[in-house]
């Protein structure tokens, strides 16, 4: 049975109540680590000293995609973590590290090979771009046209791909010794027919990022749990997990008051 946007995040709100102090460090950890990677492509590359060269933002380019592919693995044990939560099972901040435990290389490239969808969606926009400001052939207003048209077609093309591969990380998450491939074509069946909800159901969380986004991003903490928790429910209905008799876990949420924020 295929439930609704608003049944799958009744369910992720109730399953947060007592736990989103432990989602919130976790969220913190992982946004802290990016930073700091941030940093020392910054100060590894020296992309602000003067004078400025092209080389720097080369190599900045470069070692942010590298070490970007590294943070997806702790992205995945955050949503491990999730999934964890999710199904009533034991869920800590040891969930960070399953991914780096179970075959990171697979995580790490199942996100190199969406960058380079989204890299080839973008490519024909770009290349014309570029091509019509160093050499200035034909018509402003025709080569400005066409930029923006190829421009919007490979964004949309590029979202509908990444609805398309949405799941592999859930599905390598519950079955590490799963080939890369194998996950993204089981992602493609289990998204057909299912990308128009889950673009609903991503859409529907716009005004909630709005309102983390006025509270100079404070909110987002809130916002990024509530919306990790429906996804992981939006896997469990497409698979089927929801409709079968639950598994006797014990539910080891921790008391609120155990969390220091």
């Given amino acids: 049975m295929k439930?609704?946007?608003?049944?799958?995040k009744q369910m992720a709100k109730d399953r947060l109540?007592?736990?989103?102090?432990?989602?919130i460090a976790l969220s913190i950890i992982v946004s802290v680590i990016s930073s700091a990677v941030m940093f020392v492509c910054e100060f590894?590359?020296?992309?602000?000293?003067?004078p400025m060269t092209a080389t720097p933002y080369i190599m900045y380019f470069v070692l942010v995609i590298i070490l970007s592919l590294l943070i997806s693995v702790f992205s995945a044990g955050l949503t491990y973590y999730y999934m964890n939560l999710c199904r009533g099972r034991k869920a800590d901040i040891g969930n960070l590290l399953f991914a780096f435990k179970h075959h990171p290389d697979k995580f790490i490239l199942v996100s190199l090979l969406l960058f380079l969808l989204t890299?080839?969606?973008?490519?024909?926009?770009?290349?014309?771009?570029?091509?019509?400001?160093?050499?200035?052939?034909g018509s402003d207003?025709?080569?400005?046209?066409?930029?923006?048209?190829?421009?919007?077609?490979?964004?949309?093309?590029?979202?509908?791909?990444?609805?398309?591969?949405?799941?592999?990380?859930?599905?390598?998450l519950d079955d590490p010794t799963k080939g890369v491939i194998q996950s993204m074509k089981e992602s493609a069946q289990l998204m057909r027919g299912n990308k128009g909800r889950y673009f609903y159901i991503l859409l529907s969380f716009i005004g909630w990022m709005l309102l983390g986004a006025l509270s100079f991003g404070i909110g987002m903490l809130w916002v990024s749990a509530y919306l990790s928790a429906t996804q992981v429910y939006f896997y469990m209905?497409?698979?089927?997990?929801?409709?079968?008799p639950a598994s006797p876990v014990v539910d080891v949420r921790p008391e609120p008051q155990q969390y220091i924020y």
Avoid: H, K
Wanted: charge should be neutral.
């Fill in 17 to 23: 109540i007592g736990n989103y102090g432990m989602c």
């Fill in 44 to 50: 590894a590359t020296g992309i602000y000293r003067y």
């Fill in 3 to 8: 439930r609704t946007s608003a049944q799958l």
């Fill in 119 to 137: 890299f080839l969606c973008l490519v024909p926009g770009y290349a014309i771009m570029f091509i019509w400001l160093f050499t200035r052939t």
């Fill in 141 to 172: 207003l025709l080569m400005a046209f066409l930029v923006i048209v190829l421009l919007i077609v490979g964004v949309v093309i590029d979202y509908i791909l990444m609805l398309m591969f949405s799941q592999p990380f859930y599905i390598l």
């Fill in 237 to 244: 209905d497409i698979t089927g997990e929801l409709d079968r």
